[in-house]
């Protein structure tokens, strides 16, 4: 076991020639590739690729394009079958390196682009991508309001952004009420770039929801692949929801459940959209019973 894993750096090429930054947590045991959700950066994972690496596997916290330390794709292509590519090309990548393909966890747009490279190797009639899969606060429909809530909370400060980081904390407080608020903004940071007029923006390009190509568009096109994709899944499979959540709901989780009528199912009370960052105690509790079930 891990006592200490500090993360190393790492770098991938998605399926653009675009180059994804990624940390390792760990040095030994099975791969599992940790994707944020939208507006999210590597380091949301922190904690639980830390507690991985101390179960004795290898977590990869990937920056998804046009995020964190990640290349911004200069043409906009920012779809969710753009971030599948992305998410199918690395799987394949650390398959060939460690001998083995990862386990997948995919919070929000990382859980879409898991299910979406999924369904779409195994239309290619591929070996599964993945040695298991866990979605966490996605399924393949969702509610629509809530997802116009979170999107317009990110396009609210995405061109302009904040004087000071201060005024960011300000935001992100009113926006997330029921999270005690934290005492250093250390962690805002890693959200968050100073540019040269001096002003902080989030750290995603504005592009992601407002480019030519952004995330969310052709969704009648995305919900059918992701039926599809569900209803072929063959691999240990975890659905994490938000007691509380905005998008995924009751409906939601016991249409998935047909679908997938081999997957696991856990609710985390307390938790709203952003399952992690609400309740990780809950979270990497889940996580980790699923992980510690799977054979090795």
Known sequence: MTRHPAPAPIKFTGAAGNTLVADIFG?????????????????????????????????????????????????????????????????????????????????????????????????????????????????????????????????????????????????VAAYLPHRPRPRSQEGLKKNLRLHPDGRWRWHWDPQFLAGPHPVGGDRASVEAALVAAAGNLAIPTLLVRGASSELVHDTHVQEFLALVPHAAYADVSGARHIVAGD???????????FLDGLER
């Open 27 to 171: 040095d030994h045991g099975p791969p599992v590739l940790l994707l944020h959700g939208g507006g999210q950066t590597r380091h949301a994972w922190r904690n639980t690729a830390e507690r991985i690496a101390r179960a004795g596997m290898t977590a990869y916290a990937l920056d998804q394009r046009g995020h964190g330390d990640s290349d911004w794709v200069a043409d906009g292509t920012y779809t969710f079958f753009d971030f599948a590519a992305d998410v199918r090309l690395v799987s394949e990548t650390l398959s060939e390196r460690v001998g083995s393909p990862p386990v997948a966890i995919g919070a929000s747009l990382g859980g879409i682009a898991s299910l979406l490279a999924y369904g779409g190797a195994n239309l290619a009639g591929c070996a599964p991508i993945f040695a298991a899969l866990v979605l966490v606060d996605i399924t393949p429909r969702v509610d629509m309001g809530g997802v116009e809530k979170i999107q317009g909370f990110m396009r609210e400060h995405a061109r302009e952004g904040f004087s000071s980081l201060q005024e960011a904390a300000d935001v």
């Open 279 to 289: 309740r990780n105690d809950q979270f990497s509790s889940a996580i980790h019973g």
